[in-house]
C-alpha cells in the first residue's frame, strides 16, 4: 500500500469532475416506495458516515427532475429519511433520485400495482431484493414486516460484479434453489439518455442463470467513473441495481458476502465465481477504501522501531470495520521516548478518562503513565500534568512495572495491569495497581496492589518470554451493567449481587490474559484483597487490550496482529454468561502490526453519528522503514455511536 503524508479529506468522488457529489452519496438506496398514500418515498444509507442530500432531486418516468422536501437534509448512518413524491408516482412507473450535481445516485421502476401498498428491499435494507409489501409500510424504520416469507425466483437474482476497468463487465449471481430464465432482461447505466440493452443481445449472450449460478456479460453501453448499472427484468420491474463514484469499479466491486452484502472494491475480480472478498470494505455502492493521513517526520536520536511478531489469521466470521474509513496518524515520531525506554516503543494499554472525555490516557510496558490532550489532531502529553508522563512503581516504590493496560474504576481512579517487574523480566508479576491521577509528583505509586502471580503458575517457567505473556488489558465493568443484563455469578451460580461483596466498589475488573486469550474477573476489595470470579473464553488466541463500551453496551476483547488484527464485542446471553457476540477488524488501511492498544471516545462525543476509536502500536513499526507511519504509536479512526 502507498502511504501519503498529505492531508487528505473528502472522498475520491469528491474529488472527481463531479465535485458537487457529497461524501458517501453512493451509499444512498432507495428503500421502499409507494405509489399510493401520497406517493410516499424511503431512501437508506448503508455507509458508515452520514450523507448530506440537501438539493437533491428526484423524477418519474419522465426523467425530468424535481425539488423534493425530505424529513431531514442529512441521513445518518445506517438511517432513513423519507418524502413526499412532488411529481406523484402511477401505477407503472420509475423512481430516479438525483445528487445536487445531477449524478443519478439510485433508481427504482416497476409494473402496474407492485407498487401497492408499497414496495421495499427485503432480505436487507437497502441491499436486498426489491419485492411488494404485504403489509403495512415501514417507512422510516427498517423493512421486515411488510416482506412476504418467501421471495420470489427472480427476485433472488443479484448484481453481485461489476468492473468499469475497459470490459465493463456486470456478473449476475442467482441465490435461489431453481434456474431463472433472463434472456429478456435488460440492464441500463446512470445516463438517463441511454436506452436499455437486453442481456440476451450483449456478448456473450445470457438466457438463463442456474441455481447457485453465474453468468456475465460485457455492457454494451459502457460503464465509467461516478456511474451506476441497474437490472430490469421482462415486466418493467427493477431486479438490483449498484451505485459507484469515480475508481470504485476497478478493478471491481463485488458482494461481501457473495450474492447478499453490499458492495466493496476488490483486491482482484473474480467474475463468474465465487466474490473473494479480499479487498476493502467501502461500506457499499464504490465508495473509497480509505486513507492513511498524517504522519511523516525523522526518527530521534536512540528512537529505533520494532518489527512486529506473532502474525495468525483472522477468526471466520469476522465483520469488516464499521466506522470510518479513513485513519490518522495521532502522535508525533517518537514521541513515548523516556530513561527506561529511550527507543520510544512500547506504549500498550489506552483509556479515554469518562469524567473528561477531551482526556485519553496511555500507558507504556516501561513503568509510565501518560495523560494525552488533543493538539491539532494529534494527541499529545497534557503539560499542565507532565509533558514527559510519569514513572510508575509498585506498592512502597519499588521495581519498574512492565504496564500493559489501563481502566477507570468507579471511583475515577487508573487501576494499571503489569506483567512483570521488568528488573526481574525472567518471573512474572501479574498485578493490578490502582493510581490516583490527581497526585502530585514526577513518580506515582499505587494507593492499592492487588497480586494474582500465583493464580498462573504456567508463566513462572524462568523464560521472559512466558512471563511476557500475562495480563495485557483490563477493563472495569460496572455492577449496574451486570444486574441489569442479569449475569449469573459464578460463585453462586445465581444473579449476581453486589451486595454479597461490600468491599469490592461499584464494579469488577476483567483482565486479559496474552497467554491463552481468556478474561479473568476479579473484585478489588478496598483492603488490599480480592475476590476470583472465574475465567472467560474470548474465542480469541490472545486479547491485548480490554474496554467497557457503554454506548454499544458491550465489553470489549481486542488482539492485535496474532489474531487479524480484531476486536470481539461480548454480551450477556440469556443465560447470563459473557459470551461473545460480533468481531470487527480494524480499518483496511491500518497496518498490520503489535497494535496492543484500543480505546473508543463516549458518546458525549459524537458527531454526525460517529466518535473517536484510537489504537497504539507497541513496536511504533507502522508499514516500515520509509513510510509515513514508521515511529508513530498512536492511530485516530471513527466508530458509530
Given at each position: 500500500m502507498t502511504l501519503s503524508?498529505?492531508?487528505?479529506?473528502?472522498?475520491?468522488a469528491?474529488?472527481?469532475?463531479?465535485a458537487?457529489d457529497?461524501?458517501?452519496y453512493?451509499?444512498v438506496r432507495?428503500?421502499?416506495?409507494t405509489?399510493s398514500n401520497?406517493?410516499?418515498v424511503?431512501l437508506?444509507?448503508t455507509?458508515s458516515?452520514?450523507v448530506?442530500i440537501?438539493?437533491w432531486k428526484?423524477?418519474?418516468?419522465?426523467?425530468s427532475?424535481q425539488t423534493?422536501s425530505p424529513s431531514?437534509?442529512?441521513?445518518p448512518?445506517?438511517?432513513?429519511v423519507?418524502?413526499?413524491?412532488p411529481k406523484?408516482?402511477g401505477?407503472?412507473?420509475?423512481l430516479v433520485?438525483?445528487a445536487?450535481?445531477?449524478?443519478?445516485v439510485?433508481?427504482v421502476?416497476?409494473?402496474t400495482d407492485?407498487?401497492?401498498?408499497?414496495m421495499?428491499?427485503?432480505g436487507?435494507?437497502g441491499t436486498?431484493?426489491?419485492v411488494p409489501?404485504?403489509?403495512a409500510?415501514?417507512?422510516g424504520?427498517?423493512n421486515?414486516?411488510?416482506c412476504p416469507?418467501?421471495?420470489?425466483?427472480a427476485?433472488?437474482v443479484?448484481?453481485?460484479?461489476v468492473?468499469?476497468?475497459?470490459?465493463?463487465?456486470?456478473?449476475?449471481?442467482?441465490?435461489?434453489?431453481?434456474?431463472?430464465?433472463?434472456?429478456?432482461?435488460?440492464?441500463?447505466?446512470?445516463?438517463?439518455?441511454?436506452s436499455?440493452a437486453s442481456?440476451?443481445?450483449?456478448?456473450?449472450?445470457?438466457t438463463s442463470i442456474?441455481?447457485?449460478g453465474?453468468?456475465t456479460?460485457?455492457s454494451?453501453?459502457?460503464?465509467g467513473?461516478?456511474?451506476s448499472?441497474?437490472?430490469v427484468?421482462?415486466?418493467?420491474?427493477?431486479i438490483?441495481?449498484?451505485?459507484?463514484?469515480?475508481?470504485?469499479?476497478?478493478?471491481?466491486?463485488?458482494?461481501c458476502a457473495n450474492?447478499?452484502g453490499?458492495f466493496?472494491t476488490a483486491?482482484?475480480?473474480?467474475l463468474g465465481?465465487?466474490?473473494s472478498?479480499s479487498g476493502?470494505?467501502?461500506?457499499?455502492?464504490?465508495?473509497e477504501?480509505g486513507?492513511?493521513?498524517?504522519?511523516?517526520g525523522?526518527l530521534?536520536?536512540g528512537?529505533?522501531?520494532?518489527?512486529a511478531s506473532?502474525?495468525?489469521?483472522?477468526?471466520?466470521?469476522?465483520l469488516?470495520?464499521?466506522?470510518g474509513l479513513d485513519v490518522?496518524?495521532?502522535?508525533?515520531?517518537?514521541a513515548f521516548?523516556?530513561?527506561t525506554g529511550?527507543?520510544?516503543?512500547?506504549?500498550?494499554?489506552?483509556a479515554f478518562d469518562?469524567?473528561h472525555?477531551?482526556?485519553l490516557w496511555?500507558?507504556?510496558n516501561?513503568?509510565?503513565?501518560?495523560?494525552?490532550a488533543k493538539?491539532?489532531d494529534k494527541?499529545?502529553?497534557?503539560?499542565?500534568?507532565?509533558a514527559?508522563g510519569k514513572?510508575i512503581r509498585f506498592a512502597g516504590?519499588?521495581?519498574?512495572?512492565d504496564a500493559?493496560?489501563?481502566?477507570?474504576?468507579?471511583n475515577?481512579h487508573i487501576?494499571?495491569?503489569s506483567?512483570r517487574?521488568?528488573?526481574?523480566?525472567?518471573?512474572?508479576k501479574?498485578?493490578?495497581?490502582?493510581?490516583d491521577?490527581?497526585?502530585t509528583?514526577s513518580?506515582?505509586?499505587p494507593?492499592?496492589?492487588?497480586?494474582?502471580?500465583?493464580?498462573f503458575?504456567?508463566?513462572n517457567?524462568g523464560?521472559k518470554?512466558?512471563?511476557n505473556?500475562g495480563?495485557?488489558?483490563v477493563?472495569?465493568v460496572?455492577?449496574?451493567?451486570?444486574?441489569a443484563?442479569?449475569?449469573?455469578?459464578?460463585?453462586t451460580g445465581?444473579?449476581y449481587n453486589p451486595?454479597?461483596?461490600?468491599l469490592?466498589g461499584s464494579?469488577?475488573?476483567?483482565?486479559g490474559l496474552?497467554?491463552d486469550?481468556?478474561?479473568?474477573?476479579?473484585g478489588?476489595n478496598?483492603?488490599?484483597t480480592?475476590?476470583t470470579?472465574g475465567?472467560?473464553?474470548t474465542g480469541?488466541?490472545s486479547?491485548?487490550?480490554?474496554?467497557?463500551?457503554?454506548?454499544?453496551?458491550?465489553?470489549i476483547?481486542?488482539c492485535?496482529?496474532t489474531?487479524g488484527e480484531?476486536?470481539?464485542?461480548?454480551?450477556?446471553?440469556a443465560s447470563?454468561?459473557l459470551?461473545?457476540?460480533?468481531s470487527?477488524?480494524?480499518?483496511?488501511v491500518m497496518?498490520t502490526?503489535n497494535?496492543e492498544?484500543?480505546?473508543?471516545?463516549p458518546?458525549?462525543?459524537?458527531v454526525s453519528?460517529?466518535?473517536?476509536?484510537?489504537?497504539?502500536?507497541d513496536?511504533?513499526?507502522?508499514f516500515?522503514?520509509?513510510?509515513?507511519s514508521?515511529?508513530h504509536?498512536?492511530?485516530?479512526g471513527?466508530?458509530?455511536?
Open positions: 503524508g498529505l492531508l487528505i479529506t473528502g472522498t475520491l469528491a474529488q472527481s469532475a463531479a458537487a457529497p461524501v458517501g453512493p451509499n432507495i428503500n421502499e416506495v405509489s401520497n406517493d410516499t424511503e437508506y444509507n455507509g458516515t452520514a448530506s440537501s438539493g428526484m423524477s418519474d418516468d419522465s426523467f427532475p423534493f431531514s437534509s442529512t441521513i448512518a445506517g438511517g432513513f423519507t418524502f413526499n413524491s406523484g408516482l401505477d407503472s412507473d420509475k433520485i438525483y445536487s450535481s445531477g449524478t443519478v439510485d433508481r421502476e416497476w409494473a407492485k407498487a401497492k401498498p408499497a421495499a428491499r427485503c436487507g435494507d436486498g431484493a426489491w409489501t404485504t403489509a409500510t415501514t417507512f424504520a427498517p421486515a414486516s411488510g416469507s418467501s421471495i420470489p425466483a427476485s433472488r443479484r448484481i453481485n460484479e468492473t468499469s476497468n475497459g470490459s465493463d463487465t456486470v456478473e449476475l449471481y442467482n441465490g435461489g434453489t431453481s434456474a431463472v430464465s433472463v434472456g429478456s432482461w435488460e440492464y441500463v447505466d446512470n445516463d438517463t439518455s441511454h436499455a442481456i440476451s443481445s450483449s456478448s456473450p449472450s445470457a442456474p441455481a447457485g453465474y453468468v456479460f460485457n454494451t453501453i459502457g460503464l467513473d461516478n456511474d448499472a441497474f437490472l427484468d421482462n415486466n418493467g420491474n427493477t438490483d441495481s449498484v451505485t459507484w463514484a469515480t475508481d470504485g469499479a476497478k478493478p471491481s466491486d463485488e458482494r450474492g447478499t453490499r466493496q483486491t482482484t475480480a473474480t465465481s465465487t466474490n472478498c476493502s470494505a467501502d461500506g457499499g455502492g464504490g465508495e477504501t486513507h492513511l493521513l498524517g504522519g511523516g525523522s530521534t536520536s528512537c529505533t522501531p520494532e518489527a506473532g502474525t495468525g489469521s483472522t477468526p471466520t466470521g469476522t469488516a470495520w464499521p466506522g490518522t496518524i495521532a502522535d508525533n515520531v517518537c521516548t523516556t530513561s529511550p527507543e520510544g516503543r512500547d506504549v500498550s494499554g489506552l469518562l469524567a472525555p477531551s482526556v496511555a500507558v507504556k516501561k513503568n509510565w503513565l501518560y495523560k494525552l493538539s491539532n494527541w499529545i502529553p497534557d503539560s499542565s500534568w507532565s514527559t514513572q516504590g519499588s521495581g519498574e512495572p500493559e493496560g489501563l481502566t477507570f474504576g468507579g475515577g487501576y494499571v495491569t506483567e517487574d521488568n528488573t526481574k523480566n525472567t518471573a512474572p501479574d498485578t493490578i495497581m490502582e493510581f491521577p490527581a497526585a509528583g513518580t506515582l505509586t494507593l492499592h496492589q492487588w497480586d494474582m502471580t500465583s493464580q503458575p504456567e508463566l517457567t523464560d518470554d512466558d512471563a505473556l495480563f495485557e488489558g477493563g472495569y460496572p455492577d449496574s451493567w451486570l444486574t443484563n442479569g449475569w449469573v455469578d459464578p460463585l445465581a444473579a451486595a454479597n461483596y461490600p469490592h464494579g469488577l475488573f476483567f483482565a496474552e497467554y486469550g481468556t478474561l479473568h474477573v476479579y478489588l478496598s483492603d488490599g480480592f475476590t470470579f475465567t472467560i473464553a480469541k488466541a486479547v491485548m487490550d480490554v474496554t467497557f463500551d457503554a454506548g454499544t453496551q458491550r465489553l476483547a481486542t492485535d496482529n489474531c480484531t476486536h470481539t464485542f461480548m454480551k450477556v446471553n447470563g454468561a459470551v461473545p457476540d460480533v470487527y477488524k480494524n480499518p483496511a497496518p502490526g497494535l492498544g484500543f480505546a473508543i471516545a458518546t458525549s462525543t459524537c453519528g460517529f466518535r473517536e476509536a484510537v489504537w497504539s502500536d513496536g511504533i513499526f507502522g516500515g522503514s520509509g513510510s509515513s514508521y515511529g504509536a498512536l492511530y485516530s471513527t466508530f458509530p455511536c
